[in-house]
């Protein structure tokens, strides 16, 4: 199995624009996370779906926010508008029970 | 809540050095715990894991043991290498209906010099 995959691996964009990030989780896998990673807050949990539907999104920073899973092979998070303060490593994973297996991120970039 | 705490990095060390990375919960029930790694520029990683108590989880050099008297499970290795640089995470799930939920400690940055 190729993993979780993620893309893009790096995203630049400007302030206000629309961002899209995807992640194909492993083939099998039932629940999917998506996570944010930032020195000053660490990784923190943004939402998460089992069987392709969100079971908690409370960890969405604000409505700029928005996640879909439309089939158990594929899901996005998508921002619109961007803000700077969205810069960050975002993070997918899949997993069956336990444990996770992450995808390798994609460093999102806003200026 | 469920919650986890590790020690506060980063940590520094010398090749060969004993490692010791503290990491405590806070849960209701029985959790499963978990550490994972980040090398620079991935993704985390399972390094091992532990999923009742007394278990001992091994990987790599690497283990923790699942303390539930303390509410601990500290991650130890005997003799560091420069490769185990990364940032390391201790993690819970709580089980029950979290749908293989983690929760993540902060992180602590380890530093191995030659």
């Known amino acids: 199995d190729a993993g979780v995959i993620q893309s893009p691996r790096h995203e630049v964009t400007e302030m206000g624009q629309e961002v899209t990030l995807r992640c194909k989780p492993i083939?099998?896998?039932?629940?999917l996370f998506w996570y944010r990673q930032t020195m000053m807050r660490g990784l923190e949990l943004l939402i998460y779906?089992?069987?392709?539907?969100?079971?908690?999104d409370s960890g969405m920073p604000e409505d700029r926010f928005s996640a879909k899973m439309p089939n158990a092979s594929f899901s996005t998070l998508k921002i619109q508008p961007s803000e700077p303060r969205d810069s960050a490593v975002y993070f997918c994973?899949?997993?069956?029970?336990?444990?996770?297996?992450f995808g390798s991120g994609t460093r999102l970039t806003v200026v | 809540g469920n919650s986890v705490t590790q020690m506060e990095g980063p940590v520094t060390l010398s090749e060969e050095a004993f490692l010791t990375i503290n990491c405590t919960y806070t849960?209701?029930?029985?959790?499963?715990l978990f550490w994972y790694v980040q090398y620079p520029g991935e993704g985390l990683q399972l390094l091992l894991k532990?999923?009742?108590?007394?278990d001992k989880g091994s990987n790599k050099g690497f283990e923790a043991t699942y303390r539930k008297e303390t509410t601990s499970f500290h991650l130890e290795k005997g003799s560091v290498q420069v490769s185990d640089s990364a940032v390391y995470f201790c993690a819970l799930n709580a089980g029950g209906t979290s749908y293989g939920k983690l929760t993540f400690g902060q992180g602590t940055i380890l530093t191995v010099h030659p």
């Open positions: 994973a899949s997993s069956f029970g336990q444990p996770y297996t």
């Open positions: 083939s099998g896998h039932n629940s």
């Open positions: 849960a209701t029930g029985y959790p499963s």
């Open positions: 532990a999923t009742k108590a007394d």
């Open positions: 779906f089992n069987n392709n539907v969100p079971i908690d």
